[in-house]
């Protein structure tokens, strides 16, 4: 049985418990904001943690998860969080970190190793820097999520060194940070709407662009660029988190519970999020694409010394943490 099915069933059945459980008159309903479809291992994840609050708050927690950002952009919905008018959500840290600056460091090029690596830094010191960061802006993080790693694919060449990316037209996020991370290996980065990068591929106009493995293939961008270098230049968390105003309303013992859930639910979007990509990769090497692993990652993440300067000119109250989490092991 796949993470997928058990996930489905282990909600569907406390779900079930919970319709037959008595509900205190002072329950609890919350509001969960998040942008993927329904059956997105996000998505599958947020089901399952509020299915477990409710069932171990005896249904005096109880919610609704709005898939599809129903209720409004992600940096909208970070605000409204904040003021309590979402109770909890799934957030990228790359837009947290207009209102939290500690979570601008976990987009820079190459901070992290590798995403196993990610996982022990988020669970542990550099996770509990950002989430203090998170909690002074009104945000309470309950488990760190995944996103995969973000890799350079291209119609050219494989990439392995740095001097692999001299001269590639390549597409990027609207981000000054990731124009410069291409820029620092004398490649020509092009910010442009990632529905116009197939065509784009395809005609000439870009090389190629970067992306995590699921996004990649259904895309269908692994039909123009048929080189995938795994770089993982990008390993960027998400996070499952609850306005403080709402964790505030919440019982020492139901605060426990929320946290465990939270935690519970980050292990299982982990798994899911794996298999996701597995079979990802599985369709694209059917495909006829040539991928190759970037073993060492060290000339790439010398190369980005001037991007991550500029960041700290920026922002010098973020060295620490930076340091924390680039001389990690």
Not at 14 to 30: K, Y
Not at 91 to 105: D, S, T
Not at 230 to 253: A, D, F, G, N, R
Not at 268 to 283: H, K
Request: with cysteine; glycine share 8%; aromatic share 8%.
């Amino acid at each position: 049985m796949t993470a997928l099915n058990h996930a489905k069933g282990v909600a569907a059945a406390t779900l079930l418990a919970i319709g037959l459980a008595p509900v205190s008159a002072s329950a609890l309903e919350l509001r969960g904001w998040n942008i993927h479809v329904e059956d997105y291992p996000v998505s599958i994840a947020m089901e399952s943690f509020l299915a477990e609050v409710e069932e171990k708050t005896g249904g005096e927690i109880s919610g609704k998860v709005y898939h599809n950002g129903v209720l409004g952009s992600q940096p909208d919905a970070i605000e409204q969080m904040r003021l309590g008018v979402i109770d909890f959500g799934e957030f990228n840290l790359g837009p947290m970190g207009q209102a939290v600056p500690e979570a601008n460091v976990t987009a820079l090029p190459f901070i992290f190793k590798s995403v196993p690596q990610m996982y022990a830094l988020m669970d542990g010191a550099a996770g509990e820097a950002i989430g203090e960061g998170m909690k002074a802006k009104g945000i309470v993080p309950l488990g760190w999520y995944a996103a995969g790693a973000r890799s350079f694919y291209n119609s050219v060449r494989p990439i392995n060194t740095p001097a692999d990316v001299e001269g590639l037209k390549v597409r990027v996020m609207s981000n000054d940070l990731f124009v410069k991370m291409v820029e620092a290996m004398d490649g020509n980065a092009t910010p442009m709407a990632f529905a116009e990068v197939y065509q784009s591929i395809k005609t000439g106009v870009v090389d190629g662009a970067e992306n995590n493995p699921p996004s990649y293939e259904s895309t269908n961008h692994y039909e123009v660029a048929q080189y995938y270098s795994l770089t993982e230049h990008l390993i960027i968390p998400e996070c499952l988190c609850m306005s403080l105003k709402t964790w505030e309303k919440l019982t020492p013992e139901q605060q426990e519970i929320v946290m465990a859930a939270g935690r519970a639910s980050a292990g299982m979007q982990r798994e899911l999020w794996a298999e996701r990509e597995a079979a990802s990769m599985e369709t694209v090497e059917a495909g006829g694409v040539t991928v190759n692993t970037v073993a060492d990652k060290a000339p790439f993440q010398d190369a980005m010394t001037p991007v991550y300067d500029a960041f700290l000119e920026d922002n010098p109250d973020l060295a620490d943490l930076v340091s924390l989490i680039r001389d990690a092991d």
